[in-house]
T-cell receptor, first 111, second 112 residues
């Protein structure tokens, strides 16, 4: 069964303290893995799409990496404005038009 | 390029009523997906439309329905509202199946 699992559920960091969020997936024939950021009460904001193992993408303090079983979102020297819920998602192996989301990691950065 | 827009942004209804939500995708996008987001269940897929055809449906009762128009705008309808339907309803558009989806701001539905 296709599944996406994110860990940890919540993470509290001090400003400047780097860390990583994990997204593990069980989908055969991965057609892409998406990372989003969501602020409370708002729609998810697109961050990255990764397609193949070994691929990396960066944006400001964020870097996403992909292996055959999981993806990591590395946050370097975070700031309080990086506080949000980070979601990862993949298309189902049976239907690319159906996307399944992980439950997210709630990230809180203390000044 | 304008992003995905959703109307209304907030809605309060009572049990038993019905509601229609609207979504306008990014210009040129032909795929529109709908999601329900609640604190307990997270983001759950409702359905996806492409070129006016529903191609996928999630595990929701038949009270949830949708449609897509020739200009790719989409509506979803929920009939006979229940308290448990209170949620943030999100619409996302993409160029095609499996492409990156871009989300709208959502419609916050409260059922009393």
């Amino acid at each position: 069964e296709d599944q996406v699992t994110q860990s940890p559920e919540a993470l509290r960091l001090q400003e400047g303290e780097s860390s990583s969020l994990n997204c593990s997936y069980t989908v055969s024939g991965l057609r892409g893995l998406f990372w989003y950021r969501q602020d409370p009460g708002k729609g998810p904001e697109f961050l990255f799409t990764l397609y193949s193992a070994g691929e990396e993408k960066e944006k400001e303090r964020l870097k996403a990496t992909l292996t055959k079983k999981e993806s990591f979102l590395h946050i370097t020297a975070p700031k309080p404005e990086d506080s949000a819920t980070y979601l990862c998602a993949v298309p189902l192996s049976s239907s690319a038009s159906k996307i399944i989301f992980g439950s997210g990691t709630r990230l809180s950065i203390r000044p | 390029k304008a992003g995905v827009t959703q109307t209304p942004r907030y809605l309060i209804k009572t049990r038993g009523q019905q509601v229609t939500l609207s979504c306008s995708p990014i210009s040129g996008h032909r795929s529109v997906s709908w999601y329900q987001q609640t604190p307990g269940q997270g983001l759950q897929f409702l359905f996806e439309y492409f070129s006016e055809t529903q191609r996928n449906k999630g595990n929701f009762p038949g009270r949830f329905s949708g449609r897509q128009f020739s200009n790719s705008r989409s509506e979803m309808n929920v009939s006979t509202l229940e308290l448990g339907d209170s949620a943030l309803y999100l619409c996302a558009s993409s160029g095609g199946p499996g492409d990156t989806q871009y989300f709208g701001p959502g419609t916050r539905l409260t059922v009393l």
